[in-house]
């Protein structure tokens, strides 16, 4: 460094402008003094200059000195903070040393680290396959787990129900139960008094048993008898009674079947016609004849039956029906069938008979012997019970056959 203190006493010259203003005052005050003392010394003009140009030449060389040194200054001053910065650099290298070192061995250390991670990472890596495994037959345990719980969610729904069926069932079972001991308490009882009814009973069946084989013998010896009767009933001698019973069920009726009773005798009007002796057979072989006329009430019936038939029945182109009235002995004597003649109260001959017409197909001439009854056209009309009618006896006719109503007691 340059003393200010030093410039100003080496020279005390004019300057520049730019110089005067770093000289202090006082130093050109002095510089001021001289060049007055130069004045005064009109000799040495040759010296003054001289000394100008060496002050100038001083001044020039101060002011390249100053720079110079305003140079080294900063050069100095930048030296100074290069040997700062390097000092500072130098510290931080170091810092940067202790650092480095401290990142190598924080390298190091992160290196081992890194190896154990790797190792861990393989580790864990294998551990994340066996997890991943582990986790597939996890999810699909629990599929199945989840199925297995759907199913047994669904079967307890359905064990609630059966519980609940079987709880109802419980109910009246027990309900039955009680039903049923109340029950079995009355049949004991009635076991009770069963047996008791049955010691009874045992005497009575012994006592009937007894009366059962006395039974059983008498019904032998009744059926013995029923025999011996059945056979007397079932000959020829009573064979006409099977006309008006029934064999099998040995019931009887007052006429036989088809029949019709009337003042306790039966009549049959046949639905064939037959001549007049071959009626009367047939007649007399249903254990009847033909039938005869004792009254009013009879020829009544009789004329109604023949009436009823003959409306009932119109395509048989009924005509008449043979009675057992006949007069082939000797004409006009008129017989019945059983041997009686005929009574004037009780005839009943239709207008103009009889007449004993001969008929064209009669080839012997024989006349009108045997009697019918013609229906009338009208029950209202006023002749209409004389019904009777002389006819050809080969001529053939229904017929009316009468016998005797049963007497059942
Ligand atoms: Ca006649
Ligand atoms: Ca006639």
């Given at each position: 460094?340059v003393d200010?203190e030093?410039?100003?006493?080496?020279?005390?010259?004019?300057n520049?402008?730019e110089d005067?203003?770093?000289i202090?005052s006082?130093?050109q005050?002095e510089?001021g003094?001289t060049q007055?003392n130069?004045t005064?010394?009109?000799g040495s003009?040759?010296q003054a200059?001289?000394?100008?140009?060496?002050m100038v030449?001083?001044?020039g060389v101060t002011?390249?000195?100053f720079?110079?040194?305003?140079?080294?200054?900063?050069?100095?001053a930048e030296?100074?903070h290069m040997?700062e910065?390097?000092?500072?650099?130098?510290?931080?290298?170091k810092?940067?040393?202790?650092?480095?070192s401290q990142?190598?061995?924080l390298?190091?250390?992160t290196y081992?680290?890194?190896?154990l991670l790797r190792?861990?990472?393989?580790?864990?890596?294998?551990?994340?396959n066996?997890?991943l495994?582990?986790f597939?037959?996890?999810?699909?345990?629990?599929?199945?787990?989840?199925?297995?719980l759907?199913n047994?969610l669904?079967?307890?729904?359905q064990l609630?129900v059966?519980?609940?069926e079987?709880?109802m069932?419980?109910n009246?079972t027990e309900e039955?139960?009680?039903?049923?001991?109340?029950?079995?308490?009355?049949?004991?009882l009635?076991?009770?008094d069963s047996?008791?009814i049955?010691?009874?009973?045992?005497?009575?069946n012994?006592?009937?048993?007894?009366l059962?084989?006395?039974?059983q013998?008498i019904?032998m010896h009744l059926?013995?008898?029923n025999r011996?009767?059945?056979?007397i009933?079932?000959?020829?001698?009573?064979?006409?009674?099977?006309?008006?019973?029934?064999e099998?069920?040995l019931?009887?009726?007052?006429c036989p079947?088809?029949?019709v009773e009337h003042a306790?005798r039966?009549f049959?009007?046949?639905?064939?016609?037959?001549?007049?002796?071959?009626?009367r057979r047939?007649c007399?072989?249903?254990g009847?004849d033909?039938a005869?006329?004792?009254n009013?009430?009879?020829?009544?019936f009789?004329?109604?039956l023949?009436?009823?038939f003959?409306?009932?029945h119109?395509?048989?182109?009924?005509?008449?029906a043979?009675i057992?009235?006949?007069?082939?002995?000797?004409?006009g004597?008129?017989?019945?069938?059983?041997?009686?003649?005929?009574?004037?109260?009780?005839?009943y001959?239709?207008?103009l008979e009889?007449?004993?017409a001969?008929?064209?197909?009669?080839?012997?001439r024989?006349?009108q012997?045997?009697?019918?009854i013609?229906p009338?056209?009208?029950?209202?009309q006023?002749?209409?019970?004389n019904?009777?009618?002389?006819i050809?006896?080969?001529?053939?006719?229904?017929y009316l056959?009468?016998t005797?109503?049963?007497?059942?007691?």
């Open positions: 460094m200010t030093e410039i100003q006493v080496s020279f005390p010259c004019e520049s402008g005067q203003t770093k202090p006082e130093v005050d510089i003094d007055n130069c005064k010394r009109p003009r040759w200059i001289s000394i100008a140009i060496l030449l001083f001044c002011g390249i000195l720079t110079q040194i305003s140079k080294s200054q900063s050069v100095t030296l100074q040997a910065e390097i000092l500072t650099a130098s510290n931080i290298t810092q940067l040393q202790v650092e480095n990142l190598k061995q390298l190091n250390s081992r680290n890194f190896t190792s861990e990472y393989g580790q864990v890596k294998l551990l994340v066996a997890t495994y582990n597939a037959l996890l999810s699909a345990e629990k599929t199945q787990l989840s199925m297995l759907k047994t669904q079967e307890n729904t609630q059966g519980n609940k079987l709880n069932l419980l009246a039955d139960c009680n039903l049923v001991e109340e029950e079995n308490r009355q049949l004991n009635l076991l009770n047996l008791h049955t010691t009874l009973a045992s005497a009575e012994k006592r009937l048993r007894q059962f084989i006395n039974e013998q019904s059926e013995a008898d011996k009767q059945r056979s009933l079932f000959s020829d001698n009573l064979s006409f009674l099977w006309r008006f019973c029934n099998s069920t019931r009887c009726t007052r079947p088809g029949w306790s039966c049959f009007l046949s639905r064939e016609s037959q001549k007049w002796e071959a009626a047939v007399l072989g249903m009847g033909l005869v006329v004792g009013s009430e009879d020829q009544a009789l004329t109604n023949t009436f009823q003959a409306r009932e119109p395509q048989e182109n009924f005509h008449s043979w057992g009235l006949q007069d082939m002995v000797k004409e004597d008129h017989l019945w069938v059983t041997g009686d003649r005929t009574k004037s109260t009780v005839t001959w239709k207008h009889p007449n004993n001969i008929a064209s197909w009669d080839k012997d024989a006349g012997d045997c009697v019918a013609v009338p056209g009208r029950l209202e006023e002749d209409w019970l019904s009777w009618d002389d050809v006896c080969g001529g053939k006719r229904h056959c009468e005797m109503a049963l007497t059942l007691s």
